[in-house]
């Protein structure tokens, strides 16, 4: 559960940090490559390391229709949905009938946006996974590596050490609509399962990224 909080909230802490440092990367040069923007709408797995801990994330990623999707796989353990809307809620929850357990967090910021990699500090080349990339940072809180190639992502990894190995990039893949249906105990406020945390990005138990509140 912690894992999954802490991805929701590092992409909103992200956004926060992009409204605080407008997008002047120190040196730009007219040749320095630009990240590509994401798809508007795309399917990734994802492997995981945090500090040791492996996750599968299957990331749907749907901007048009304001959501977006970590499913995610902890190494022999639970399955964790995180589901994101645009308006700032967030339901963290498994489907697990023995253990129903969700999470709704809100805050003060939606999704990250197709191209917020806009004004992301050019790193030059490297190798990672096998592939050449080409590397930028925001705001060092991310490390982005883009294939040279393809211009497919490869890699990211926050500044904690959280990374993200791109397995899989289905640039239109879209999952149906009933799968984003959060389970009725995230409605029921009744139920001992529902934590619900009222809560802005500044405010959120950040876990890994407490020291990144602002
Ligand atoms: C996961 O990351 C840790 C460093 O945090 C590293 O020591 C370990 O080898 C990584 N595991 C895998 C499977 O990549
Ligand atoms: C945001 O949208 C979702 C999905 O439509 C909804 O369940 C949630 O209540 C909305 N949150 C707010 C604060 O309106």
């Not at 249906?181 to 990005?201: G, H, R, T, W």
Request: glycine content about 6%; aromatic content about 16%.
């Amino acid at each position: 559960m912690a894992s999954a909080t802490t991805k929701a909230i590092s992409f909103s802490v992200l956004i926060l940090l992009s409204l605080c440092f407008p997008s002047t990367p120190s040196k730009p040069t007219d040749t320095d490559p630009i990240p590509t923007p994401w798809p508007y709408q795309f399917h990734s797995i994802l492997f995981m390391n945090r500090s040791g801990t492996l996750q599968k994330t299957d990331l749907w990623y749907d901007w048009p229709n304001g959501r977006n999707f970590n499913i995610i796989q902890n190494q022999l353990g639970k399955l964790t949905y995180d589901l994101e809307w645009n308006n700032g809620t967030s339901y963290i929850y498994t489907l697990d009938d023995s253990d129903p357990e969700c999470q709704v967090l809100h805050f003060e910021v939606g999704l990250l946006r197709p191209n917020w990699l806009d004004g992301a500090e050019y790193l030059g080349q490297r190798y990672m996974d096998g592939f050449l990339c080409n590397v930028w940072t925001k705001v060092e809180f991310v490390w982005y590596y883009e294939d040279v190639a393809t211009k497919r992502p490869v890699f990211w990894v926050f500044y904690s050490g959280y990374s993200a190995h791109v397995m899989t990039f289905e640039v239109g893949r879209v999952l149906e609509d009933a799968k984003w249906q959060a389970p009725v105990y995230c409605f029921n406020e009744d139920k001992s399962s529902l934590i619900e945390s009222i809560a802005s990005a500044r405010t959120a138990p950040i876990g890994g990224f407490r020291e990144l509140r602002m």
